[in-house]
């Protein structure tokens, strides 16, 4: 009974499945075309208000854009009144395209000290260090290069028989 009726069923199925088929190419939206096609957002967002440079008139091809000075933000004033004093940046002020560069929170730009004067330290730091790397080898003994030999190979001092025993005389050498 359950059998004849789900034979009954399946030409219904497949049936509604034709009608609502869809195109074998992914559809993005299912609105018409005149609502999002090309000639609408043409319409919408006119391309004429963008500015047509040359590449001589905008050399850095930013669409004109007028760049504040590069100047890294930690070495503004940090007791000025600024708007943002995080960032030292007042409202309304253009932001550099390299922002991220040139932000607060970039890499700190360590300015303290010349690069001269810092070889000069990372040399006296080697010298330093070899030098009581040396003393401690001049003053700190050898380690004895051949093993010790032991007299009957410290077998009842290491456990007895079966343990492992330390090098007696007439071993092989190592």
Same mark, same amino acid.
């Given at each position: 009974?359950?059998?004849?009726?789900?034979? =009954?069923?399946?030409?219904? #199925?497949?049936? %509604?499945?034709?009608? =609502? #088929?869809?195109?074998?190419?992914?559809?993005?939206?299912?609105?018409?075309?005149?609502?999002?096609? /090309?000639?609408?957002?043409?319409?919408?967002?006119? !391309?004429? *208000?963008?500015?047509?440079?040359?590449? %001589?008139? !905008?050399?850095?091809?930013?669409?004109?854009?007028?760049?504040?000075? =590069?100047?890294?933000?930690?070495? /503004? !004033?940090?007791?000025?009144?600024?708007? *943002?004093?995080?960032?030292? =940046?007042?409202?309304?002020?253009?932001?550099?395209?390299?922002?991220?560069?040139?932000?607060?929170?970039?890499?700190?730009?360590?300015?303290?000290?010349?690069?001269?004067? &810092?070889? %000069?330290?990372? &040399?006296?730091?080697?010298?330093?260090?070899?030098?009581?790397?040396?003393?401690?080898?001049?003053?700190?003994?050898?380690?004895?290069?051949?093993?010790?030999?032991?007299?009957?190979?410290?077998? #009842?001092?290491?456990?007895?028989?079966?343990?492992?025993?330390?090098?007696?005389? &007439?071993?092989? *050498?190592?």
């Amino acid at each position: 009974m359950l059998s004849s009726r789900i034979v =009954r069923a399946a030409p219904l #199925r497949t049936a %509604a499945l034709a009608v =609502r #088929r869809l195109p074998l190419i992914q559809t993005r939206t299912f609105l018409p075309e005149s609502m999002v096609g /090309r000639a609408k957002l043409d319409e919408k967002y006119p !391309d004429s *208000d963008y500015p047509k440079l040359t590449a %001589a008139e !905008d050399p850095e091809m930013n669409g004109g854009y007028i760049n504040p000075p =590069r100047v890294k933000r930690q070495f /503004r !004033d940090p007791h000025a009144d600024w708007w *943002d004093k995080q960032e030292r =940046r007042n409202l309304g002020e253009p932001v550099h395209e390299d922002n991220d560069i040139l932000g607060i929170f970039s890499t700190y730009e360590y300015t303290w000290i010349s690069p001269g004067k &810092g070889l %000069a330290q990372l &040399g006296a730091f080697i010298v330093v260090f070899f030098g009581v790397v040396f003393s401690v080898k001049q003053v700190y003994p050898d380690r004895v290069s051949y093993p010790r030999e032991f007299e009957g190979g410290l077998v #009842r001092e290491l456990g007895g028989e079966g343990a492992i025993r330390a090098r007696m005389e &007439g071993d092989e *050498d190592p």
